[in-house]
Nanobody, 125 residues
Framework: HVQLVESGGGSVQAGGSLTLSCKMS????????MGWFRQIPEKEREGVAS???????RYTQSAQGRFTISKDTTQDTLYLQMKNLRPEDAALYYC????????????????????WGRGTQVTVS
């Protein structure tokens, strides 16, 4: 099945920017939902942004206005542009995939996606 590999994390100062990437191991030809999630220790994974095969985009409140999710289908890569980062954005960021469906209203549930990458760490000081 498809594998996901995140990259682009790092350490930035508050107010800075980062762009995360999620490379898919193969092209996905069926309907699908992809999303970015984040997790801090001892807390549940939370949704940040989603993008489905129909081009529908959703953001959670914490990401709205500062983060942008996009996808390059020629590179099979999902992106998350993050601007004006805050200390509370520091987390391990994961990308996830659920095939055979576009994103539904409950996409941000921690158990929604079926395939996950290993994550990339974002630190904001």
């Amino acid at each position: 099945h498809v594998q996901l590999v995140e990259s682009g994390g790092g350490s930035v100062q508050a107010g800075g920017s980062l762009t995360l990437s999620c490379k898919m191991s193969s092209h996905i030809y069926v309907a699908h939902c992809m999303g970015w999630f984040r997790q801090i220790p001892e807390k549940e994974r939370e949704g940040v942004a989603s993008l489905d095969s129909g081009g529908n985009v959703r953001y959670t409140q914490s990401a709205q206005g500062r983060f942008t999710i996009s996808k390059d289908t020629t590179q099979d890569t999902l992106y998350l542009q993050m601007k004006n980062l805050r200390p509370e954005d520091a987390a391990l960021y994961y990308c996830g995939l659920k095939s055979f469906t576009r994103c539904t209203a409950d996409w941000s549930r921690p158990d929604y996606m079926r395939i996950w990458g290993r994550g990339t760490q974002v630190t904001v000081s």
